[in-house]
């Protein structure tokens, strides 16, 4: 006896650039087969979806947000216990769009106190699976304002800073995020209130010791960059992981293919810079990059992002459609769909070190399925066309009914 079957449906595992007319078999949250539709229909389960004429991939993965600390007080206001509250509304969004997996953000925030405990304890009360990267986030504002993760509710200063607080964020630190701010951000605030917005905070010497202080403890590490000559730097001290990197030049993303540091694109914004354009993603997937897109959410939209008029602040319902501009011109210069589709499954799922559990429909990963009324992006960009969420085999969503 199965738990699940989903029979009949268009697949697309991200293994094969093809789309599969098979049938899913799960059993204790797993996919446990792959087989043909003629096979499944002699097979018991718990529970059978037909799928005939709907699109089933991989739960998304979006591998860099700040649902649970900034945007709780950005989106919902709260700024007291309730930050916990506005933390799993925001993730109720996600699943509701087809996210499964999340890639969160702890950096501390001036006025939010609760912990990380707190925040890593409330995500497991919910149905997706989140990671954390704890960090420390530099604000361009004048004078430059730092936090931590290590002291949520206050500002703190460089000096406050050391090697020591450097190894306790890496001991926290479940992926290669945010983790250190090369150059200040502007937050989601407007221009006139963040000066320093870009300004290099780290140089080349700082940089090489806190990524080595990561390394010493086993732990990968992922920076926000803006410019080519900061990114040059993260990549010379063997980072990780660049978030945002506006302003890559076409050397360096064959330079990051060569030293495998992988890109977290954001072609709506993030920086003081003009974001990451079609052309530029196409450029880092061309010269061998693991390239990811997420939202970042929430963030509101860059003026010179490309094809995005009609969003201004981009939330979890907004994934595909940041992604349209760049699926569109990918797909045009030869990438199949599939390939674009793996900046927000397989590649993001890389980014997080989960490449072994999901990100494709195969054999002994977790059931994170999504059934959609088409192909995502392409055919679709609204949340509403996700029909079905299967988190760890058990339908969470179904808008079927
Ligand atoms: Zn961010």
Known sequence: MWDLIIKNG????????????KSLLIKDGLIADIVENNIAEKLDARKVIDAEGLVVMPGLVDCHTHLGEYATEGVHKTVGKSQKMAAISNYLDCLKSGITTLGEHI???????????????????????????????????????YTSALRPGRSITFDDLGDAHYAGLAVQSEFPGENIFITATVANLPTHLVPNGGKRILDRQDISRIVNIFHSIGKKIGAHIEGAENIEFFMSANGDVIHHGHGATPQQFHEMARKNIYLVATPHGGTSSAPNTPDEIYQSLKAGVTTAIATDAYLPVHPEAVGMDDI??????DLFKICKPTFEYLHERGFSKVDCLKMITTNA?????????????????????IICKGIPVFDFT??????????????EIDKTI
């Open 10 to 21: 268009r697949l697309l595992t991200m293994d094969s650039t093809k789309e599969l007319n």
């Open 107 to 145: 950096l501390g925030h001036p006025v939010l106190s609760t912990t990380i405990g707190e925040l890593k304890e409330a995500a497991r009360h919910t149905a997706l699976t989140v990671k954390f990267a704890t960090g420390t986030c530099c604000v361009g504002t004048e004078p430059l304002a």
């Open 312 to 317: 201004e602040l981009v939330g979890p319902k």
């Open 349 to 369: 799922a890389k980014v997080m070190g989960l490449d072994a559990e999901i990100g494709t429909l195969s054999r002994l990963k977790k059931a994170d399925i």
């Open 382 to 395: 609204d949340t509403d066309s996700v029909l079905m969420v299967i988190k760890d085999g058990l339908v």
